[in-house]
């Protein structure tokens, strides 16, 4: 069947290429856009009211990007918003100019202008994009969508299900986003947290399941500052891929999986719950269980359970390399509410926390608020890097480092799973390894959101 949209697509291209001359189509020849836009969809409950969002195309999420693996991506982004912005595709490993950070890749997108994107994915994976410009804001208001890239060889289940998870500060009355996205509590504690809970903009998702089917799961945690932990009930889970990269085996889903603020998960599940029954994705909170996704159980088994599944793939070339030789380079995370920070330099000059605090701004690294005129670290093409991070603070942070995966590097040089985000609470020191394959400027934040907007946010230079 074609779709009305394909037709006209079709039919466009036809009246093209028939009646314009050669130099008028390659201008018009643009790439399908992507626009942000104000939309307003159910997303609390049905007996509230509607809520206004910001949402890519009015869709909220944005549309699913799915390519395969080596293909390319192509958008056009219009900014129909009140307010600059400009999309960063989280997780892969791109080109820096189309990495969308507004002010450290490209100037941000004005209200009514295009900025077009064009990149090839080179990695297999559950990627995301979302607003890098007042992303406090935009990725509050609705701004982010799913980016998947496929596998030449997908692995064998009966169906796959993107499910982003979020969480919406709301007016408990009119169902309005909050706008206050400065709220000083936000900023120097946990972040900006919501008071509804929705997964793809729904507040009680529930897909219909049979026994005994096989799922893959893309998890993908879109919010703001909340970390979900999540269990199984009524499904036997394996975990076969993080923030995008597959994990050397399927680890069986027994503890709670915890994503921090950007981070994903891939996971292969079979509904184990006897027809008529509910299985449940559980959002585990203060030691109590919430549906964070529902799966009824309609229908008998018809197929048998089937074998542990196999690892995805590895993606081509993303090793860490000798650790021995890498580039040291420390990072101290300090500030924010019941921390031990007196002073920090904000634009260039000394202030004491008070000073800070007028300023709204609250957190440092390495003793210096926000970004700053020279990078973090400075690494040549190919040099490994080794960060130790001192969490000097008494909250969780998600620290996302773009352009690049890194590994965690464990007691004895063990290493952890390829990441793009990690998840650090209060007191912790981790550290970190990545090879500087990626030639340019890489933000380095915070992506408790309110974090970043608040100093947690610094940059590496790869040249
Ligand atoms: Cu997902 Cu700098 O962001
Ligand atoms: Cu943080």
Request: net charge negative.
């Amino acid at each position: 069947m074609t779709t009305r949209r394909e037709f006209l697509k079709h039919g466009a291209a036809t009246v093209g290429a028939l009646t314009l001359p050669v130099s008028a189509r390659a201008q018009t020849a643009r790439f399908e856009e992507l626009t942000a836009r104000a939309a307003s969809i159910q997303l609390a409950p049905p007996s509230y009211p509607r809520t206004e969002i910001w949402g890519y195309d009015g869709t909220m999420p944005g549309p699913e990007l799915r390519v395969t693996q080596g293909a390319r991506v192509q958008r056009s982004f219009r900014n129909a918003l009140p307010q600059a912005s400009s999309v960063h595709w989280h997780g892969i490993r791109i080109d820096n100019a189309m990495d969308g950070v507004a002010g450290l890749t490209q100037p941000a997108v004005e209200p009514g202008q295009t900025f077009d994107y064009d990149f090839v994915a080179p990695d297999a994976g559950t990627y995301w994009y979302h607003a890098h410009n007042r992303s406090v804001e935009q990725v509050a208001r609705g701004l982010y969508g799913a980016l998947i890239v496929e596998e030449d060889e997908t692995p064998e289940v009966d169906r796959e299900e993107v499910l982003i998870l979020d969480d919406w500060l709301l007016d408990p009355e009119t169902a309005e986003i909050d706008p206050d996205f400065e709220a000083v509590h936000d900023r120097s504690h946990a972040g900006r947290r919501g008071n509804f809970i929705a997964t793809n903009g729904h507040p009680a998702l529930s897909l219909e399941v049979r026994q005994n089917e096989r799922l893959r799961l893309r998890l993908i945690n879109a919010a703001n500052a909340r970390i979900f932990v999540l269990s199984l009930a009524g499904l036997q889970g394996w975990s076969i891929a993080l923030d995008g990269m597959p994990l050397a085996l399927a680890e069986p889903l027994i503890d709670a999986l915890i994503l921090g603020p950007g981070q994903r998960a891939d996971l292969i599940v079979d509904v184990t719950a006897e027809p008529g029954e509910t299985a449940h994705l559980v959002r585990v909170e203060d030691q109590e269980g919430f549906s964070q996704v529902a799966f009824p159980v309609s229908g008998s088994a018809s197929t048998a359970r089937r074998d542990i599944p196999g690892a995805l793939p590895r993606n081509a070339k993303m090793e860490v390399g000798e650790i021995h030789g890498a580039v040291p380079v420390r990072l101290n995370m300090q500030g924010g509410a019941m921390g031990t920070l007196d002073a920090a330099v904000l634009d260039g000059e000394r202030k004491s926390f008070r000073e800070l605090v007028n300023a709204n701004q609250f957190w440092a690294f390495n003793g210096t608020i926000g970004m700053t005129e020279t990078p973090l670290a400075e690494l040549a093409l190919g040099q490994t890097a080794k960060l130790e991070i001192y969490n000097d603070t008494s909250f969780p942070h998600a620290m996302h480092l773009h352009g690049m995966h890194f590994r965690e590097i464990g007691q004895g040089g063990t290493l952890g799973p390829l990441r793009d985000t990690l998840l650090m609470f209060g007191g912790e020191t981790r550290t970190i390894g990545f090879v500087a394959d990626n030639p340019g400027d890489w933000l380095f934040h915070c992506h408790m959101l309110s974090h970043a907007a608040s100093g947690m946010m610094t940059w590496i230079r790869v040249a």
